[in-house]
């Protein structure tokens, strides 16, 4: 028998740790997933938030490895699998069925699947409390190592810094070649193929490049789905000098939602412009022709 709960105990852990690991490559999306649904209202907010539960489940299931605190530990485990369940419930039952974020990108669930996988582990958590003996132990050790772990994840996963744009990262732009974006004044368009608002923006500033003194625009698309870029200037009828960028990049660049316009001077933001863009990019620029 012990044999049988030391295996479903490190067999936890490491789920619990694969969880954490799946988020932790890709904090961004994890952010935006909190957002959306509803648990917290600003970027800020959920990027504190991310690493705060990435770090809570790292320390959660490397302690789990141990063998000194399992009824101590199955309880939190019980309770924070019962409060996410509740979560997914409410999600299932208002018909969302997008990737819960869960397992992050990594592996795709939804709100039905994840409460399936929570149940199994719920009902695993509580056999291990009910099975484990109660023993004397040095709480000092269980919380002083969870939040060294917790910790730690504001260093290993720094909070990226919007005030300052990686120009140098970026040097070649499809159909202008060799590019400076830290010399003089640009936009820069950040934009998922897929996303319907960033479609309709790019529509608008097709459209603002020939009517008013736009700087230089340059797009920066990452691909989700389906829609290539081809595709994508077919639909909005634009052509910006553009690149493609990875999951953790676009989630680093944009805010609470796509898309994103940053304006830059010199290489340094002079502007982040989040809603309403094409009107406050009309009225930063004046109109030159009809």
């Not at 695993?124 to 190592?145: D, E, R, Y």
């Amino acid at each position: 028998m012990r044999s049988l709960q030391s295996a479903f105990r490190i067999l936890l852990g490491i789920v619990f740790i694969f969880s954490a690991y799946t988020k932790f490559v890709g904090p961004g999306f994890f952010e935006i997933t909190l957002i959306d649904q509803g648990l917290l209202s600003s970027r800020g907010q959920a990027q504190h938030a991310a690493r705060f539960l990435i770090g809570f489940e790292f320390a959660l299931g490397l302690l789990m490895l141990l063998p000194y605190y399992t009824k101590q530990l199955m309880a939190i485990a019980s309770l924070m699998l019962i409060g996410f369940t509740i979560h997914l419930g409410y999600l299932w039952a208002i018909g969302d069925n997008e990737n819960c974020g869960c397992f992050g990108e990594m592996i795709s669930m939804s709100p039905a699947e994840s409460i399936a996988k929570n149940i199994l582990m719920l009902a695993v958590s509580v056999w291990l409390w009910i099975k484990s003996p109660s023993k004397a132990t040095n709480q000092t050790i269980l919380f002083g190592g969870a939040m060294i772990i917790i910790t730690s994840m504001w260093v290993f996963l720094p909070i990226p810094d919007q005030s300052e744009f990686p120009v140098n990262q970026y040097t070649n732009f499809s159909s202008v070649g060799r590019t400076d974006l830290s010399s003089g004044e640009k936009l820069v368009a950040i934009l998922n193929l897929d996303c319907e608002h960033c479609q309709e923006l790019s529509v608008e500033l097709g459209k603002m490049n020939k009517t008013h003194k736009l700087p230089n625009v340059y797009a920066f698309y990452f691909k989700e789905g389906e829609t290539t870029v081809e595709q994508f200037e077919q639909m909005t009828n634009t052509s910006f000098p553009y690149v493609e960028i990875d999951v953790n990049t676009f989630f680093d660049l944009i805010g609470e939602s796509p898309p994103r316009v940053y304006v830059l001077n010199d290489g340094a933001v002079d502007a982040i412009i989040d809603e309403d863009i094409a009107n406050t990019l009309d009225k930063r620029y004046p109109q030159t022709s009809q």
